[in-house]
């Protein structure tokens, strides 16, 4: 089961995208970092849905790119984002440090929906590999990852940037270290 505040009427990716971000500033959600206090005895996926429904604050990185994240699931999440013509190269295309982030972003989610409480993670290894330039009429882009492997100190996961039409842009792996909280 997955949790995601996107209702069945939102049938274009722009009104999906939409709404997952006024219902969480509706709750309350703003950017910032949680304290301890905030996380103690929650899970990974419990967090992810306290950003979600704006009980927990989200990422800086996310309002700065347009980023949200729109569902997660028991090894799963999904971003989504509309690049701003500010993250475009002079050559119209889109910079690859906007790819990497929307897919690092969904990775790490991912992993993080099946931490037990008291464990975390941190991005040990990126791979992307664009394969679609996007320019400024591709619209909303969305990643998907999944988690491939999950252990006691590091976690694998993959993940796909798609446009509302299906192309592939780009795909990803990554492995996470996971760890204790102290």
Same mark, same amino acid.
């Given at each position: 089961?997955?949790?995601?505040?996107?209702?069945?009427?939102?049938?274009?990716?722009?009104?999906?995208? $939409?709404?997952?971000?006024?219902?969480?500033?509706?709750?309350?959600?703003? !950017?910032?970092?949680?304290?301890?206090?905030?996380?103690?005895?929650?899970?990974?996926?419990?967090?992810?849905?306290?950003?979600?429904?704006?009980?927990? !604050?989200?990422?800086?990185?996310?309002?700065?790119?347009?980023?949200?994240?729109?569902?997660?699931?028991?090894?799963?999440? =999904?971003?989504?984002?509309?690049?701003?013509?500010?993250?475009?190269?002079?050559?119209?295309?889109?910079?690859?440090?906007?790819?990497?982030?929307?897919?690092?972003?969904?990775?790490?989610?991912?992993?993080?929906?099946?931490? !037990? =409480?008291?464990?975390?993670?941190?991005?040990?290894?990126?791979?992307?590999?664009? =394969?679609? !330039?996007?320019?400024?009429?591709?619209?909303?882009?969305?990643?998907?990852?999944?988690?491939?492997? $999950?252990?006691?100190?590091?976690?694998?996961?993959?993940?796909?940037?798609?446009?509302?039409?299906?192309?592939?842009?780009?795909?990803?792996?990554?492995?996470?270290?996971?760890?204790? =909280?102290?």
């Amino acid at each position: 089961m997955t949790t995601t505040h996107i209702t069945a009427d939102a049938t274009d990716w722009t009104h999906q995208q $939409m709404q997952a971000r006024q219902y969480m500033h509706s709750h309350g959600g703003q !950017p910032g970092i949680a304290t301890m206090a905030q996380l103690a005895g929650k899970s990974g996926r419990e967090i992810l849905e306290g950003m979600m429904d704006g009980s927990l !604050p989200h990422p800086h990185m996310n309002e700065s790119l347009g980023l949200d994240l729109l569902e997660v699931g028991d090894g799963m999440a =999904v971003f989504q984002g509309v690049p701003d013509l500010r993250y475009f190269n002079p050559m119209g295309t889109l910079h690859g440090g906007w790819y990497s982030t929307l897919l690092d972003s969904a990775l790490g989610c991912a992993v993080q929906s099946k931490l !037990p =409480v008291g464990r975390a993670y941190t991005t040990a290894e990126l791979s992307i590999n664009i =394969v679609r !330039p996007a320019t400024q009429k591709t619209g909303p882009l969305r990643a998907t990852a999944n988690v491939i492997h $999950m252990g006691k100190q590091m976690a694998t996961a993959e993940a796909k940037i798609l446009d509302e039409q299906g192309r592939l842009y780009a795909h990803a792996t990554t492995t996470c270290f996971v760890f204790d =909280v102290s």
